[in-house]
Structures are given as structure tokens and as C-alpha cells.
């Protein structure tokens, strides 16, 4: 129980760490330190680390050329509470149940889509639909460098997973992270291309729908 609490204090001081840097806001810093907290003592600390690697990939590849994504308009900053959720809500549920192939593949997922976002928009991107030629940050947008970042981090999850001990087979884990991942970003691009820019769904829809294919795939692939 001790051994646990270290953790529990480590996870509120990383919590106001990012608060402190404007990487999330109040609320989504409160309600990320929640869903911590009950990972910790439902499905082991380690599980919880996962979610760091996410979190540490997502804030160092958003100030990746934060200059230009600024100037261009698309440079998102602080995240707030609905990206915390639309984010982490499935790896949440899927901690919680202890299924391994669904928490890596919507942590993987996530990862893709935060990568190939960050890295990718530098770049003219086509739509995923059409392949024609868009502004940057245009929803749906893809480019090869921005896949192939999504494809990286997706690969870096599962040799997270894998080093943490989530699943002890790292060509098993490699396997459930980069296929769940690359089909979960995708997703995420088609349904940007056809129903975010009609205004049909939010950003925070398309990634929570996202998460939840990424963490189907996974589950199936886990067998």
C-alpha cells in the first residue's frame, strides 16, 4: 500500500508539473491524476507508465517547430479537459479491466495520431479521401513524413509495453501496437476527411472513436 502511495504522490507532482507548464489545463491535470490514481490500484503501476510515454511523446513532439505551427495558425498549446478524456478514457477502461491488447492499442493509437499530427503538419499534407493537396492542419490531412512518425510512436508503445512487462513477448507487443496504432490513425484521418470537416463530429469525437478502434484491433490481435 505504501509502495503505492510514492506513486500516487509522483503522479499529483507530474500532474501540477504540466499544469504549471500550460501543457494541460486544470481541469484535464485534476481528472488525468484521477484516472491515474485508479490505475495505480486496479491494474498496477507499470500500466500507468505506459500512459506517461504517451503523455512525455505528446509534449515533446507539440514543441516540435512550434514556431511554424504557430504562425500557421495550428500550434495547439495548452490541452484541456476533453482532450484528456477523448484520450485516455479507453486506455482508462481497459487498465481497468486488465486487458492488455486494448490498452495497448488505444495507447498506441493515441500516440500515432499526437506523432503524425505534430510531425507531419510541417509538411503539405493531401486528404486521406481524395489525395489532393491541403493546407496544413486541415482535418483529415496525411503526409509520409507524419505517417511515418505515427508508425514510430506507435512502435515506441509497444517496446514500452514491453520493457514495462505489460505483455512479455516484445514481437507480440510490436505487433499489437503498430498495426492497432497505424489502423486507429487512419482512422482518425478518415473520419477528420468526411465527418469533422463537415462539422458532424469534434476533434475530441474523432480521437475518442479512434482510441476505441485501436483498442478493437488490439484486443482481437491479443487473441
Known amino acids: 500500500m505504501f509502495y503505492n502511495l510514492e506513486y500516487v504522490v509522483l503522479l499529483v507532482v507530474i500532474g501540477a508539473l504540466v499544469y504549471a507548464r500550460k501543457a494541460i489545463d486544470l481541469l484535464g491535470s485534476i481528472f488525468m491524476i484521477i ?6 490500484f486496479v491494474a498496477g503501476v507499470n500500466w500507468l507508465f ?6 512525455i511523446l505528446g509534449l515533446i513532439f ?3 517547430k512550434h514556431q511554424y505551427k504557430k504562425d500557421k495558425g495550428i500550434y495547439e498549446g495548452t490541452r484541456t479537459i476533453r482532450n484528456v478524456v477523448s484520450n ?3 486506455p482508462f477502461v481497459m487498465a481497468a479491466f ?9 495507447i498506441a493509437t493515441a500516440t500515432a495520431d499526437t506523432m503524425a499530427s505534430e510531425v507531419g503538419v510541417v509538411n503539405t499534407p493531401r486528404l ?10 486541415t482535418d483529415g490531412g496525411i503526409s509520409i513524413l507524419g505517417t511515418a512518425a505515427g508508425i514510430a510512436g506507435a512502435g515506441l508503445i509497444g517496446v514500452a509495453a514491453y520493457i514495462l512487462g505489460i505483455y512479455p513477448v516484445l514481437t507480440k507487443t510490436l505487433e499489437i501496437a503498430v498495426i492497432s496504432g497505424t489502423v486507429g490513425c487512419f482512422t ?5 476527411a468526411v465527418l469533422e470537416s463537415k462539422k458532424y463530429l469534434t476533434n475530441e469525437h474523432v480521437n475518442l472513436i479512434a482510441t476505441v478502434c485501436g483498442a478493437f484491433v488490439g484486443i482481437i490481435l491479443a487473441g
Open 35 to 40: 484516472m491515474g490514481v485508479i490505475i495505480i
Open 50 to 55: 505506459l500512459i506517461f510515454v504517451f503523455l
Open 62 to 64: 507539440t514543441k516540435y
Open 88 to 90: 485516455g478514457v479507453v
Open 98 to 106: 486488465g486487458n492488455y491488447g486494448g490498452f495497448i492499442g488505444s
Open 128 to 137: 486521406i479521401t481524395t489525395l489532393r493537396k491541403v493546407a496544413p492542419g
Open 188 to 192: 482518425d484521418s478518415v473520419l477528420g
